[in-house]
């Protein structure tokens, strides 16, 4: 009988373990995990170059590839 006790203890913490968490991995659900995208590009407001976002410059009218870009367009 204790070990029955123990046993539906066991079950009833693993299922509040399973239902609790945010997202369980499931076959037929579409995760952002499935296609991760670690950068995000951004296009050159100069040239038009992609280039990923950290290493885009931030200028007044858009992003750019180079601080030499950056000059150019908004001199
Ligand atoms: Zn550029």
């Not at 913490?13 to 997202?23: E, I, M, Q």
């Not at 952002?32 to 590009?41: H, I, V």
């Amino acid at each position: 009988m204790k070990f029955l006790l123990i046993l539906v203890v066991v079950l009833v913490g693993v299922w509040l373990w399973r239902t609790s968490r945010p997202s369980s991995p499931k076959p037929d659900r579409q995760q952002p995990q499935a296609a991760p995208q670690p950068l995000e590009m951004v296009s050159c407001a100069f040239c038009s170059v992609h280039i990923p976002s950290v290493d885009a410059i931030q200028g007044k009218q858009g992003v750019y590839c180079s601080a030499e870009h950056l000059h150019r367009a908004e001199r």
